[in-house]
T-cell receptor, first 114, second 114 residues
Framework: SAVISQKPSRDICQRGTSLTIQCQVD?????MFWYRQQPGQSLTLIAT?????????ESGFVIDKFPISRPNLTFSTLTVSNMSPEDSSIYLC???????????FGQGTRLTVV | AQSVTQLGSHVSVSEGALVLLRCNYS??????LFWYVQYPNQGLQLLLK??????LVKGINGFEAEFKKSETSFHLTKPSAHMSDAAEYFC????????????FGPGTRLSVLP
């Protein structure tokens, strides 16, 4: 299994500002994933982060709004830029297990934009 | 393209009663199927998974699910509900290129009444 630490666990931010969320994994992984969970809804994949290359974004998400870094095989960051109240969500980091048959999730970052 | 539907956004059962959470999927290739549980203010925890082995899959906390290809279903059951089972449950599907395409259902909130 993989243990994922996500920071911060929650934050309240002013609109127009940016927040960077950190994701640390206890083992080396090829791919890391960032999801958004809007209030009362399911998870939506924002992007896939591969080490050494640019992240791959899903439809509806762009790099300028959600820049991602992946400096090594155990760490990634997601920045939510120029925030508005619509960005209030839980943001989750995820990795795939070595056998590619399970996804592990961080505890999530609960973001409120006021 | 893959998709997942979960019938019933909210299910209520009495303590000790049968739990049945429904999941139907659509996939153009043999799927991997998963059930995840999310307790309040927490990340997602894997309950069980189907990866083309036995069609009846047993998971943690007494849950099990049966893969029925003819019905494209993967319903989650537990014979006797416990108060601690109250949570949000997500069904998810992935194709054989696991990690390239992982889709979550909308979720079902399970309430357990005393």
């Amino acid at each position: 299994s993989a243990v994922i630490s996500q920071k911060p666990s929650r934050d309240i931010c002013q609109r127009g500002t940016s927040l960077t969320i950190q994701c640390q994994v206890d083992s080396q992984v090829t791919m890391m994933f960032w999801y958004r969970q809007q209030p009362g809804q399911s998870l939506t994949l924002i992007a896939t982060a591969n080490q050494g290359s640019e992240a791959t974004y899903e439809s509806g998400f762009v790099i300028d709004k959600f820049p991602i870094s992946r400096p090594n095989l155990t760490f990634s960051t997601l920045t939510v830029s120029n925030m508005s109240p619509e960005d209030s969500s839980i943001y989750l980091c995820s990795v795939v297990g070595k056998m590619n048959t399970e996804a592990f999730f961080g505890q999530g970052t609960r973001l409120t934009v006021v | 393209a893959q998709s997942v539907t979960q019938l019933g956004s909210h299910v209520s059962v009495s303590e000790g009663a049968l739990v049945l959470l429904r999941c139907n999927y659509s996939s153009s290739v043999p799927p991997y199927l998963f059930w995840y549980v999310q307790y309040p203010n927490q990340g997602l925890q894997l309950l069980l998974k189907y990866t083309s082995a036995a069609t009846l899959v047993k998971g943690i906390n007494g849950f099990e699910a049966e893969f029925k290809k003819s019905e494209t279903s993967f319903h989650l059951t537990k014979p006797s509900a416990h108060m601690s089972d109250a949570a949000e449950y997500f069904c998810a599907v992935s194709d054989l290129n696991y990690g390239q395409n992982f889709v979550f259902g909308p979720g079902t909130r399970l309430s357990v009444l005393p």
